[in-house]
């Protein structure tokens, strides 16, 4: 498990996404506000990953835009790759398919949509339905 932790942490205030002067407001209405600074995108043991999930809230539609350095720093080659996101009521839509063209590399699956109360037992079907093991 790796926490994309953005250097500059997201408060209530910063994602109230009904004030266009919020922080995410802001950087929803301009392209070039959305690049976001990570604390880390190095995960350990990345070579040895062969399957990957990145799970992101999603916001406007598509993911969260503090994923889009993480996919840009890594490479998946060889990997597979499964988005998941959390929403109130917007489907996956194309994320998944912006993150791929971001990250420009790995087998990118179509992924899923969870609900924000989603249970663990739900995960836990959906990862079992998927076929992989991963470690716990
Ligand atoms: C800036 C912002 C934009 C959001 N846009 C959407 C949206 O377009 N569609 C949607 O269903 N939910 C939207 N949401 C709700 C989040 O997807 C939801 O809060 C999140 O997936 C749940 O994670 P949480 O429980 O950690 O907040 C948005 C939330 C924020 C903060």
Redesign the pocket.
């Known amino acids: 498990m790796f926490e994309l932790e953005p250097v500059e942490p997201y408060t209530d205030v910063d994602?109230?996404?009904t004030d266009e002067n919020s922080r995410?407001g802001r950087e929803?209405n301009d392209l070039e506000q959305r690049d976001i600074e990570l604390v880390s995108t190095m995960v350990d043991g990345w070579e040895s990953a062969s399957v990957v999930y990145i799970g992101y809230?999603?916001?406007?539609?598509i993911a969260?835009w503090p994923v889009n350095g993480f996919v840009e720093s890594n490479d998946f080659t060889g990997k597979t790759v499964i988005p998941f996101?959390?929403?109130?009521?917007?489907g996956l839509g194309e994320s998944g398919e912006l993150l791929e063209e971001l990250a420009g590399s790995g087998e990118w699956e179509e992924g899923a949509r969870f609900p924000?109360?989603v249970s663990n037992e739900d995960i836990q079907a959906w990862l079992e339905d998927l076929g992989y093991s991963p470690k716990r």
């Open positions: 994602l109230d996404w995410v929803h809230p999603i916001w406007w539609g969260a996101c959390t929403s109130a009521s917007s924000s109360n």
